[in-house]
């Protein structure tokens, strides 16, 4: 293989963060593949560099500002109260408010945002970031053990400078989150190899091609429990090539989550370290810039094998490395065959036996086969500086140069702006991105319950713990027990205490407070005065 330019992404401090006791999710399995990495003699080969931590303002290129505000200021003792009894941005188990989550979030951000200015730049033709590739987070709330989506924000920094960005994903879980993101554009193709069926996030299949702009754009590989080496591979060469035919891509972005391989402990495939490591080979011979992103992966020492040897083969060297592992700090977790090897296991692949893995490679290159062809785009100077830099009102690294005035006009334009989103929401009747069950849709249409499925259980869970019906079948963010009375034109609350006078009191909303407080209701100002027994539960400011 030719020589190749190769930066490797690696901040010290990734190793030291649990997601909680038990949790399947651990960041120490980056600091293990670094550690292998370093045994087998590969960091004097590349580019060693600690990523910039990514900053708020860089994260909200995706994310909301609130999102990222709770983030930045959550904690293990402050989530119930912040996540409003977990109804909002964090939901279910899969994702807890451990200590230094944001430092978490930081780091894995920041590797991938450098790794796109790095190939951006030219300076490199491949680039690694482990500790990236977290695909299923989504604008305003976390999923699947992913909090910042680093790969969307990557994904936006390349779009600066290239016309096109491939992005093909190998974790075992589809990539919802990517998708989502770039469900409308045709700038940015989105390639899944994923289980479907009963399978965390629920999303994924063939009829999900893409939108507007973007339909035909989104690519999707569902597939079945088993998936051997040689079947993967029957399917991954020849769509990919298709892809990298019809749409030209400037540069591609590999999702390498380890929990498709065999043995994983979430995974339900039966593919080798070899055959997972073939997609970085194929897609390195290419000869187009390319950026390796971790992912998925929860059997750790399984993790840290295939993550070492995939950094050999963007090296070009897998083939000169010895399979006896070499002496590490953590090389008793290895045994105890002591190899650098994940075999495969006795499963049948479900894929081969009921036919279904031609049919889904046919669908596929059907759809990449009535793309006109690859996307043209009108490119301009890319800018180095934001516009309040190049004006002079602000360094980005200056937390003190915004005035409290800037600040205060800041924060109301962002409370108009969400305002009035909620008004067009409420009005448009377009299909909610959220997934929503109901007990009895013939009888109520309108009496529906938030639910999310669970990347441990891979059921869904009720994440409205109150049980209150929906809103127009749409998500509501304050809840209030606040309701308008046209008679006095005053705001009316239930009081705190109702059971003590044995009937239902309300009195005069505190308004600045309620919003405060996010509409909950809190302090009466006038008295208590009766109100009838048909008081709607499911009222809101």
Sequence with gaps: MSKRRVA?????????????????????????????????DMLDKMHILRPKRASPEAMTSFHTDEYVHFLNRVTPETAEQLTYHGTRFLMGEDNPAFEGVFDFCTISAGGSICAAQRISSGAVDIAINWAGGLHHAKKREASGFCYINDIVLGILELLRTYSRVLYIDIDCHHGDGVEEAFYTTDRVMTCSFHKFGEYFPGTGTQDDCGRGKGKGY???????????????????????SKCMQVFAPSVVVLQCGADSLAGDKLGCFNITMHGHAHCVQFLRKQNIPLILLGGGG????????????????????????????????????????????????????????????????????????????????????????????????????????????????????????????????????????????????????????????????????????????????????????????????????????????????????????????????????????????????????
């Excluded at 569902?222 to 769509?239: C, H, M, R």
């Excluded at 479900?350 to 006109?372: F, I, M």
């Excluded at 009005?427 to 009895?440: H, I, V």
Aim: glycine share 8%; charged share 30%.
């Design 298 to 541: 929860y059997t750790i020492k399984n993790v840290a094998r295939v993550w070492t040897y995939e950094t050999a083969c963007a090296l070009g060297i897998e083939d000169t490395i010895d399979e006896k592992l070499p002496w590490n700090e953590y090389f008793e977790w290895f045994g105890p065959r002591y190899r650098l090897e994940v075999p495969e296991n006795n499963m049948e692949d479900l894929n081969v036996r009921d036919g279904s893995l031609d049919k889904v490679r046919t669908t596929a290159l059907e759809q990449l086969g009535a793309l006109p062809g690859p996307p043209s785009v009108g490119m301009h100077d890319v800018p180095r500086e934001s516009l309040g830099q190049h004006l002079g009102y602000w360094d980005d690294g200056d937390e003190n140069s915004r005035n409290e005035l800037d600040e205060r006009l800041a924060q109301y334009s962002r409370l108009v702006y969400n305002l009035q989103e909620e008004e067009e929401s409420d009005e448009s009747d377009d299909t909610d991105p959220y997934q929503w069950e109901s007990d009895d849709d013939s009888a109520d249409r309108r009496r529906r319950h938030r639910t999310r499925m669970s990347i441990l259980t891979n059921k869904h869970v009720d994440v409205d713990p109150d049980g209150h019906p929906g809103r127009k079948g749409r998500r509501r963010f304050f809840r209030s027990d606040t309701q308008w009375d046209e008679t006095y034109k005053r705001a009316l609350a239930r009081s705190a205490n109702p059971e003590a006078f044995g009937l239902r009191t309300v009195g005069i909303m505190d308004i600045p407070g309620a919003m405060e407080r996010g509409g909950r209701a809190g302090s009466i100002i006038e008295g208590d005065m009766n109100i009838d027994d048909e008081w709607e539960d499911n009222t809101s400011l």
């Design 8 to 40: 490797y992404y690696y901040d010290g401090d990734v190793g030291s963060f649990t997601y909680g006791l038990g949790h399947p999710m651990k960041p120490h399995r980056i600091r293990i593949t670094h550690d292998l990495v370093s045994a087998y």
């Design 218 to 240: 989104a690519v999707n590989v569902p597939l079945k429990d088993g998936l051997t080496d040689e079947a993967f591979k029957s399917i991954f060469e020849p769509i990919v």
